[in-house]
RNA sequence: GCGGGCGUGGCGGAACCGGCAGACGCGCUGGACUUAGGAUCCAGUGGGAGCAAAUCCCUUGGAGGUUCAAAUCCUCUCGCCCGCACCA
């Protein structure tokens, strides 16, 4: 059926032998009826299609290097088994893409796949007694059949599964990879711990103390755990951005604030009673050292123990110390709550000037950013001026604001602006940009300072303490430590699952077949590591594996991922702006140092798609507003869904789900098909002579042309579906029109043939079972979806006239229709022959005439 | 507090480089066809004055400004959304 792809119009083969039954609405032809006849039927007409493009391959995409390639993708989803609407929506702007760059000459590769792994998986598992495998195959199963129905070009030879073996075994080797590299490694921290999820969370996956997932509150613990260097490419991570000009802003600044940098030094203070002992902290404001009245350590901090060790504050410091680390990261790092503080007796010596200020521990210090100490500078720090204040320690201003008078005049503290330096021994009258780098290198030479730049990304923790995740490759052995699996015994494969609850201990470590094994290096009694990967590792390379999902012997073919990366577009929702978006920049990044890819950046554009809300929410089951993509594709098909969806508003705006809405898409299509229908009836017979090109045809015509040029531009360039969909209607509004205005026997036929071509092409990205239905409808060969783009003749863009408005100082006053390209002089005399022109004109004084061509002219008067 | 984005009819939204504000769709009003219609077609639809006319005035959150001309550029201001936030 699709072996000719010539798509040239063939004789139309029902011409001449048409009747229209009028008691059955059927077009009669030939004795036979087609589907067209039985007025618009989605349910026949999507699976029909739906199979044959899956029987041709038809979105096969082989590399082929003497075509422009381009690769389309839109986030893959976790396997819930229910597809929603923010599903449907990423899916069809994909799909526009998609078969818009195909019929643009693209090779385009559209691939489909399953984040798989994972805690509902697991936790579903656990509720119905069915194994994460089969509840995740279901699952899948149920899905892609959803997906099936919307009609979305995929190349399902592609199809990826994240929790299969053949894929986890090469994000194990990337774990390797990594450890290899000096950049996955061990230890014991203080991490977020979910209790509801009975696993830990790297911090990307803690929203304001709460767990991402399932929002419970997040507690910390000690354990020892597996970590991705992530902070080795921080600063990478955040210039590289600067070169991915087609991401938006919002999601660049997202991952700026993440990884929040910052300028400054490392100062060392050593303590007065421990000589031997040294205290860093890192301040962005070094020119404020000789403002230091005091030193506060985290409660956490190593130090404090040491400090009050023996004294009669111990106790009093340990308890404040326990206290404050109780609290949850919530009530601790709220705006408002009280910075409160304890003397530890102990005193830190200042590198410059000697002077001695007291350490105090306090809640307003965080282990995790910086040493997890920090100079206290009252004098020009909100925080530092509060605590102070509080606490009754002493405030001494070092750096004087421009508008103060320069002998001793009085200002306001705390002051954080720039200034001069005061109070600073040799540094005072200095600004203090300046000052603070003089200090910085004065620290440096004394080897008590050092510039420095601290970020607020922290190391990726990967371990999971859940069972449906990809083992961890490495093996513990009492000889040798931690040894990681050779690369020929992966993969690492799960055991069958049996008993998956877990009680602050990993699932795993209850098969004692899957525990106990040799060390790879001497051969003696080890054990296997329990903990499982985080999921985001799995999402974290896919994007590659689609370019050889099959393959046996590597993660992906070098060659093909050479040819297809990096992704040229990238869909998906913004709540990956951090996340995933983060971590698969890194990944990327690595693998490229490691020479395995061609680019350092996975994805060259990106859109973040707005979320589906209904009724000013989002659609939710407690609220009741949920309109599920099948309820839609049941309805109205999936063409009118699709539609509606791309229709209702811009791509990365948030779209308001409205009822009458799909109504009106559905009313759309419905009309293109009727007129298809009709048109039909009276094709052209093959050989009938061009038609007359009147005033009326040239019109249309040149909507036509019009039209073409603006879905070109809407799509490829803008990705505003919704005004490129409004301009196909218009089109089809006009061909309405056209045929209302003639009658039947006046009408140039092979044009109103050419018109309908267009428009099934047209429509083709957006609805594409209707136009492939129209297309062979319309009795031509080969599929829609394989034509080349329609090309528009600037030429036919020529009106025979264009309308001229008329205004006087800026006011419309009159228009007039002249031939384009009109002179000026002649422009003005025309307006001014207008008798409400005379009229305004008269008496009044021309002061100034301007002339936009074939648009407007303004007289400006007195 | 810092950063990003957004304010246009009854609603979703258009207006690309400063040049007719409100494309397209929904909704609404009136009409045609019809046994009927929630099908389809036709006409109208930002607000106000005016005779259902001609015509005029007002209108892109608000106030100023630049310009022959501003939804668009500038300044101030109000409101909303999102991200980050005792980050030293």
């Not at 605590?387 to 009754?392: K, L, P, T, V």
């Amino acid at each position: 059926m699709f072996a000719n792809k010539g798509g040239t119009a063939e004789n139309p083969p029902l011409a001449g032998r048409v009747f229209f039954c009028i008691s059955t609405g059927y077009l009669i032809s030939g004795g036979s009826v087609t589907e067209m006849t039985k007025g618009y039927n989605p349910h026949t007409i999507e699976p029909k299609w739906q199979r044959r493009w899956a029987e041709e391959r038809f979105y096969h995409a082989p590399v082929d290097p003497s075509r422009r390639k381009y690769y389309v993708l839109e986030m893959f989803p976790y396997p819930s088994g229910k597809l929603h609407m923010g599903h449907m929506r990423v899916y069809s702007i994909g799909d526009v893409l998609a078969r818009f760059l195909r019929m643009r000459g693209y090779n385009v590769m559209h691939p489909m796949g399953w984040d798989a792994f994972g805690l509902p998986a697991e936790n579903a598992a656990i509720d119905n007694r069915v194994s994460p495998d089969e509840w995740t195959a279901r699952s899948i199963a149920q899905m892609k059949q959803q997906q099936q129905r919307l009609g979305v070009s995929y190349d399902w030879e592609k199809e990826v599964n994240t929790s299969s073996p053949d894929y986890y075994r090469w994000t194990q080797w990337l774990f390797l990879l990594l450890y290899r590299r000096g950049l996955a490694y061990r230890k014991k921290a203080a991490v977020n711990w979910c209790p509801h999820c009975q696993t830990v969370l790297a911090n990307e996956q803690v929203e304001a103390g709460l767990c991402w997932r399932c929002e419970s509150e997040v507690e910390f613990q000690e354990r020892e755990q597996w970590f991705l260097r992530i902070t080795d490419y921080a600063e990478r991570l955040l210039e590289d951005l600067d070169a991915l000009e087609d991401w938006p802003e919002r999601v660049k600044v997202m991952q700026q604030n993440w990884i929040g940098r910052s300028e400054g030094a490392e100062i060392v203070f050593r303590i007065k009673e421990f000589p031997e002992e040294s205290l860093p902290v890192f301040t962005t404001r070094p020119d404020t050292l000789f403002g230091v009245t005091y030193m506060v350590l985290a409660p956490e901090h190593p130090l404090v123990s040491r400090l009050v060790a023996g004294t009669e504050k111990e106790k009093e410091v340990l308890d404040f110390a326990a206290r404050v680390r109780r609290e949850s990261e919530i009530e601790r790092t709220s705006e408002d709550a009280p910075k409160i503080g304890l003397f530890t007796g102990r005193y830190a010596l200042n590198p410059l000037n000697g002077a001695a200020v007291p350490i105090l521990v306090a809640n307003y210090v965080i282990m995790t950013y910086g040493t997890g100490a920090v100079m206290g500078v009252p004098a020009h720090d909100e925080r530092d001026y509060q605590f102070a204040r509080s606490y009754n320690l002493p405030v001494k201003a070092v750096i004087r604001p421009p508008e103060a008078e320069a002998d001793g005049g009085e200002f306001a503290l705390p002051y954080t602006g720039a200034g001069t330096m005061i109070n600073s021994d040799g540094f005072s009258g200095l600004p203090n940009l300046e000052g603070g780098k003089r200090i910085t290198e004065k620290l440096q030479e004394r080897q008590c300072g050092r510039f420095k730049i601290t970020y607020r990304l922290r190391d990726w923790l990967i371990s999971r303490q859940r069972y449906w995740g990809a083992p961890i490759p490495v093996i513990y052995c009492d000889r040798c430590g931690a040894v990681p699996v050779p690369e020929a015994e992966l993969p690492v494969l799960l055991p069958p699952a049996a008993d998956l609850s877990g009680d602050r201990v990993p699932p795993l470590s209850r098969y004692d077949s899957f525990v106990n094994t040799s060390c790879p290096e001497c051969g003696g009694k080890a054990r296997r590591e329990t903990d499982t990967m985080d999921t985001f590792m799995c999402s974290s390379w896919y994007f590659l594996r689609f370019t050889s999902p099959q393959l046996q012997s590597f993660p992906f073919d070098r060659e093909k991922a050479d040819y297809w990366m990096p992704v040229d577009q990238y869909i998906g929702g913004i709540e990956h702006a951090v996340l995933h978006l983060l971590y698969a920049r890194f990944f990327t990044k690595v693998l490229y140092d490691a020479g395995l890819v061609g680019s350092a950046e996975p994805f060259s554009r990106l859109l973040a798609q707005g979320m589906v809300y209904k009724d000013g929410a989002k659609m939710s089951k407690s609220k009741g507003n949920v309109v599920s993509p099948d309820e839609i594709v049941e309805r109205y098909g999936a063409d009118t869904g699709r539609l509606f969806i791309l229709f209702a508003s811009p791509p990365e705006k948030d779209l308001d789900w409205n009822d009458q809405g799909v109504e009106g898409c559905h009313r759309f299509l419905r009309r293109v098909w009727r007129l298809v229908e009709e048109c039909r009836g009276e094709q052209a017979a093959a050989g009938e002579p061009a038609g007359k090109m009147g005033k009326k045809e040239r019109e249309v015509q040149r909507v036509l042309h019009a039209t073409i040029k603006k879905v070109t531009e809407d799509i490829g360039e803008r990705f505003n579906f919704n005004t490129a969909i409004s301009a196909v209607m218009e089109l089809v509004n006009a061909v309405y029109e056209y045929r209302r205005e003639l009658a039947p026997e006046k009408q140039n036929r092979p044009l109103v043939q050419e018109l309908l071509r267009a428009v099934t092409l047209l429509l083709a990205p957006f609805a594409p079972h209707l136009a492939e239905e129209a297309w062979h409808s319309l009795g031509y060969r080969g599929s829609v979806h394989q034509q080349p783009w329609p090309d528009y003749d600037s030429a036919a863009l020529v009106v025979g006239e264009v309308e001229v408005v008329i205004q006087i100082n800026g006011k419309v006053r009159g228009r007039m229709r002249v031939p384009p390209g009109s002179a000026e002089e002649w422009l003005l005399e025309e307006a001014r022959a207008q008798q409400r022109i005379g009229e305004l004109l008269a008496g009044k004084k021309v002061l100034r005439q301007i002339v936009v061509p074939d648009k407007l002219i303004n007289i400006v008067v007195r």
